[in-house]
C-alpha cells in the first residue's frame, strides 16, 4: 500500500501566487494533519482534521487554508503566498484511536521567493 | 506556554549506548512520543510513553516521569544507520502533538 502521499515533491513559487498542496491517506485514518518544518524548529501543526467534514486551526494557520471532502484527501492552500513560508511541509494521518501515533508523507519541499 | 526541550547534536561510537534527553512542558498531558527522522526523510514513529516508566522495543527503549516532566530515549548497540535526528513530542490536552526541534544524533565509526 502507498500509505500516504504528497505532491508535489518540490516547488518554486512566486510571492503573490497561490497553490494547493496536496495528500492522499489510504489507510482509513480518521485524523489528518498539516505541519511546516523549519531548520532549527519543531514541527508546527498549521491546520489539522479529526474526520472528513471538520477541521481545525493549528498552532500557525495564518496564510493557509485546507478542506476534508473525504477521509483520504486533506489539501492544503496557499491563498498568497509569501516568502516566510519557505519550509517543507508534510501531511500526516492518524487513527483516532492512536493520535499521537502519526503516519507522515514524504514532504513538499516549497520555496516562496 | 507549551516547551519541549532536548540537545541540539550529539555524538556517539558504533557499538556504544547513548541517551537523549527531553524535558516537556505542555497544557495537559496525554502522553509522550518519540520519532525518528533521517535526513531529507520524513519523521517515523519510535515509540511513546503514557504512564511512568521504561518501554523497551528492541534496541531502543523510552522512559517517562511525569512528575519531573521529563523523558529520555535509549539507543543501545548503535549501529551508522540510527545516524538520524530524535523528535521529542508531547501530547496536549487538545490531543495535538508539541515537537521538540530534535536533536542530532550523529554515529561515528
Known amino acids: 500500500t502507498a500509505g500516504i502521499t504528497q505532491a508535489p515533491t518540490s516547488q518554486i513559487l512566486a510571492a503573490g501566487r497561490s497553490m494547493t498542496l496536496r495528500c492522499t491517506q489510504d489507510m482509513r485514518h480518521n485524523a489528518m494533519y498539516w505541519y511546516r518544518q523549519d531548520l532549527g524548529l519543531g514541527l508546527r501543526l498549521i491546520h489539522y482534521s479529526n474526520t472528513a467534514g471538520t477541521t481545525g486551526k493549528g498552532e500557525v494557520p495564518d496564510g493557509y487554508s485546507v478542506s476534508r471532502a473525504n477521509t483520504d484527501d486533506f489539501p492544503l492552500t496557499l491563498a498568497s503566498a509569501v516568502p516566510s513560508q519557505t519550509s517543507v511541509y508534510f501531511c500526516?494521518?492518524?487513527?483516532?484511536?492512536?493520535?499521537?501515533?502519526?503516519?507522515f508523507g514524504p514532504g513538499t519541499r516549497l520555496t516562496v521567493l | 506556554g507549551q516547551n519541549i526541550d532536548q540537545p541540539t547534536e550529539m555524538t556517539a561510537t558504533e557499538g556504544a549506548i547513548v541517551q537523549i534527553n527531553c524535558t516537556y512542558q505542555t497544557s495537559g498531558f496525554n502522553g509522550l512520543f518519540w520519532y525518528q527522522q533521517h535526513a531529507g526523510e520524513a519523521p517515523t514513529f519510535l515509540s511513546y510513553n503514557v504512564l511512568d516508566g521504561l518501554e523497551e522495543k528492541g534496541r531502543f527503549s523510552s522512559f517517562l516521569s511525569r512528575s519531573k516532566g521529563y523523558s529520555y530515549l535509549l539507543l543501545k548497540e548503535l549501529q551508522m544507520k540510527d545516524s538520524a535526528s530524535y523528535l521529542c513530542?508531547?501530547?496536549?490536552?487538545?490531543?495535538?502533538?508539541?515537537w521538540g526541534a530534535g536533536t542530532k544524533l550523529i554515529i561515528k565509526p
Open positions: 500526516a494521518s492518524s487513527s483516532s484511536e492512536a493520535a499521537g501515533v502519526q503516519f
Open positions: 513530542a508531547s501530547m496536549d490536552s487538545n490531543y495535538q502533538l508539541i
